[in-house]
């Protein structure tokens, strides 16, 4: 989970640096991609155990 937030972020700072914006909109975009992905993968897995 904390890895692919990670590499998110880190591809979210690199597309910042290539196109400067006033904020930092991919990083913050591709962060809460992450997160939400991982979040899914996450409740998938916990309802397969579950089952």
Do not use: H
């Amino acid at each position: 989970m904390g890895a692919t937030i990670f590499i998110c972020a880190w591809i979210g700072k690199k597309l910042d640096e290539k196109y400067p914006m006033d904020k930092n909109w991919f990083t913050i975009g591709f962060v809460l991609f992450g997160l939400v992905a991982s979040v899914y993968v996450v409740l998938k897995q916990l309802k397969r155990y579950n089952s």
